[in-house]
């Protein structure tokens, strides 16, 4: 049985149902508050005196369509709607809120606190303005000017990692719209801020996640189409400018009422397909980008959370220096509450590098206006600065356009015998391929800068083969350099030949189960790994100190009448060659690390994590290397399955007495009860069942083969200089003893240089940053 009815328009908008102008109170749960909320207002966007009036075929039909698992209500029927194209050729929808969430927000004056947007987008990321698309931050008058454009990166987190990362960018907006005196932020700063949630597919996203965004207003269930008559949607824009924010506990906070909450405008972009991280870049650069045209861009993860004032810390940085491109802050290992996850050795060694990369190797690039790689989890750029040039050729160039290449185009899938595996690898960084572009840009002379003061604080890896799986990427896009480790010489001749022969049958059972097995499949056998590798370190660490002792009783029993105060005995004793190249070893790494970071007032982890740290280096030299070799043809990123397709909703053509282009779409009959499923379904307690998938590897021939010779090549030239330096050694006078000489000068001469690079930081940040005295955190 069919039903017509006629349903007022607002201008420019789309019909409502009859579900949708209904409140539902007969549920068994509060929606955003503990407390009972009141009724809501009348939604005066709904004029009854409009004259815009459209006749609406409406057909009832039964789904099953639901949040979660078991949501105490579900949506039971349909509507189908006769919905007219914009421009003739394009579905975007405006959805009136559910009825829950308009009584409880305090503006209701605009429709982008009424009124979802949906958007069918049926173009892809590089011609997305070309095919007259657009947004609807760019519609609203008087024009809005884009400050900051910020985005969120996902695939498959849930709601406690989406939470903790928006919840605290929602912190800064509301700092930024604090600073009264400031010229460009104010109370209503909101409106020069663009948060940009991109999910890598809509098959993989987390429901959980999506019922976040729900509950924020941000997305509808139901109103998503695969097709548009005959053109496949490639992605979902809503946009809704939100004034809820919802903590990691799950706690909704309002504004108005909590002062860390200002209304926020909120892109989300749901890609129809699974596409990596960096072709949801390319919406959020090459789609939204040049729509918007923000000044800044700023990069997240998701499970990422910056500091309550990072992000304005970061835009101050490019805001004084005209000369800045990209900027990144510091990189925190979450640590738990009362530093608990640090018992954890893995996560206490990851803990204690990041710190020393942030304490030595940022702060020294920086002085040269140079960061090998700003990290996509946390750092921003200049807009301007990444857009391209063309050369004299005629050619587009410049960072993007490199960036991008990374990519793998569909088009370019047909030639697989011309794939250059050393330049796929090299992508799998892209990050610092970017970074490159943006210093050697043509005629340009941008800089590149590190902000101590802006600190984002991350989860970590908890074990080892999450840990193996992230660092293989970076180690074979050389986003890593080999850790320093200290060398000690022989002691205990018996003792050592044992644990030389365990440490080459460890040796040889990497690379067994580097090149056969899955990693997810391995993690025992790597743990027993690491333990006997640390047993091993503990006897190298107390060997080196052991000889540090005899290398002073040799230097002071070469003296008839030692005098420790006099210099005599201090140059025999710095004589002594094996313990002068030990102390000079330790010295320069470990002392350096404790003097940098007392210089940063930051030592902590010096006392918490330096011995996980020190006792997990073979981990990072050896495992993490052979594994990044033995799988150097596996050019994906490790955690991207490949999803069955299932049956698309479709957006029908169909006849028009007007003329004017129409499609049939398929509604919710009711949003709200949608909306009361989806805030269930966030209240509900995340599963631990996380399942990892393979991807189904192409051209899986050719790319092991290319890793055969590559690890070959490793292998052999490291066998030959072992047996050059044996052969040439003699007991007079000992090669390797030269060699390694040259080795530990040559890092101490770069420890040196990486600590001169901290001092120049350090002093330039005394004037330059006002928050360099600021030691609270």
């Not at 405008?265 to 959020?284: D, M, Y």
């Not at 981990?619 to 990044?628: G, S």
């Not at 000068?745 to 360099?772: H, K, M, Q």
């Amino acid at each position: 049985m069919q039903n017509h009815q006629s349903i007022y328009i607002p201008e420019g908008g789309n019909p409502l149902s009859l579900g949708q102008q209904s409140y539902i109170q007969n549920i068994q749960e509060p929606p955003i508050q503990e407390k009972q909320l009141p009724p809501p207002p009348p939604n005066k966007n709904f004029n009854s005196d409009d004259s815009s009036i459209l006749n609406i075929e409406t057909e009832n039909e039964n789904s099953r369509q639901h949040w979660g698992e078991a949501p105490r209500v579900q949506v039971r029927r349909n509507n189908k709607q006769r919905i007219v194209l914009k421009d003739g050729k394009h579905l975007v929808l405006e959805c009136p809120i559910p009825t829950d969430l308009l009584g409880n927000i305090p503006r209701n004056d605009s429709r982008e606190f009424t009124h979802m947007r949906y958007t069918a987008c049926t173009s892809g990321p590089d011609d997305f303005m070309q095919k007259g698309f657009s947004l609807r931050q760019a519609e609203i008058a008087p024009p809005r000017h884009t400050e900051l454009f910020i985005v969120l990166t996902m695939y498959n987190e849930d709601k406690g990692l989406l939470a903790r990362t928006f919840h605290g960018v929602v912190k800064n907006i509301a700092h930024l719209c604090s600073r009264k005196k400031s010229k460009v932020w104010g109370d209503e700063g909101w409106k020069k801020i663009v948060v940009c949630i991109v999910a890598d597919g809509r098959e993989n996203i987390e429901q959980s996640a999506l019922a976040y965004l729900a509950a924020l207003g941000v997305y509808q269930y139901g109103v998503v189409v695969g097709k548009v008559k005959k053109e496949t949607v490639n992605a979902h824009i809503f946009e809704y400018t939100t004034q809820i924010s919802i903590d990691h506990s799950m706690r909704f906070k309002t504004f108005g009422e909590d002062s860390d909450v200002v209304p926020v405008q909120v892109l989300f972009c749901l890609k129809e397909e699974n596409a990596k991280k960096i072709n949801s870049h390319r919406w959020f650069f090459n789609a939204f980008g040049p729509i918007l045209k923000p000044n800044i861009c700023v990069l997240i993860d998701v499970g990422t959370e910056p500091g309550p004032k990072s992000i304005y810390h970061l835009w101050k940085a490019f805001d004084v220096d005209a000369s800045i491109a990209g900027a990144c802050g510091e990189i925190v290992t979450m640590k738990g509450k009362g530093w608990r996850k640090l018992l954890n050795p893995i996560v206490a060694a990851q803990n204690f590098e990041y710190k020393m990369s942030n304490i030595l190797d940022k702060p020294f690039e920086s002085v040269f206006g140079y960061i090998s790689v700003l990290p996509g989890a946390f750092s921003a750029y200049r807009y301007i600065a990444l857009q391209s040039t063309f050369n004299d050729k005629n050619e587009e160039e410049g960072p993007l356009v490199s960036y991008f290449k990374g990519e793998i185009d569909d088009k370019k899938k047909e030639d697989k015998k011309k794939e250059n595996m050393f330049v796929a690898n090299m992508y799998l960084a892209e990050d610092r391929i970017l970074c490159f572009e943006l210093v050697a840009k043509r005629n340009c002379s941008w800089l590149l800068h590190y902000v101590k003061s802006s600190q984002a604080e991350t989860d970590v890896p908890e074990d080892v083969t999450g840990l193996i799986r992230q660092r293989r990427r970076c180690i074979l896009g050389l986003a890593l350099s080999t850790p320093d480790a200290p060398w000690s010489p022989e002691v205990g001749s018996g003792i050592f030949l044992v644990l030389q022969y365990i440490y080459l049958i460890l040796i040889i059972v990497q690379f067994v189960f580097a090149l056969g097995h899955r990693i997810q499949g391995s993690n025992k056998a790597y743990t027993i790994s690491i333990i006997f590798f640390g047993l091993i370190m503990i006897y190298m660490l107390f060997a080196a100190f052991w000889l540090t002792i005899k290398g002073i009783d040799v230097g002071v029993g070469s003296l008839q009448n030692p005098d420790f105060k006099s210099t005599a005995t201090a140059k025999a004793v710095l004589g002594n060659a094996t313990f002068r190249d030990i102390i000079l070893s330790l010295v320069s790494t470990y002392g350096l690390y404790l003097i940098a970071s007392l210089m940063m007032f930051d030592p902590w982890h010096m006392l918490t994590c330096i011995l996980q740290y020190i006792i997990l280096l073979p981990f990072y030299v050896i495992i993490l290397n052979i594994y990044a070799f033995c799988n150097i043809h596996d050019v994906s990123w490790g955690n991207r399955p490949e999803t069955a397709k299932k049956l698309k909703e479709k957006a029908t053509d169909v006849d028009s007495t007007s003329g004017i282009p129409t499609v049939e779409v398929a509604f919710p009959e009711d949003v709200n009860v949608v909306y009361q499923a989806a805030v269930e379904e966030i209240r509900r307690k995340p599963s631990k069942d996380v399942t990892i998938a393979t991807p189904n590897q192409k051209r899986e021939d050719s790319r092991r083969s290319f890793r055969t010779k590559v690890v070959l090549s490793w292998v052999f030239s490291n066998i030959v200089l072992i047996t050059v330096i044996s052969h040439l050694s003699n007991p007079q006078n000992s090669v390797i003893d030269i060699y390694l000489a040259i080795i530990l000068w040559s890092v101490a001469g770069l420890a040196g240089f990486r600590f001169f690079g901290t001092l120049t930081y350090l002093i330039f940040r005394l004037f330059t940053d006002p928050n360099a005295l600021n030691c609270k955190k």
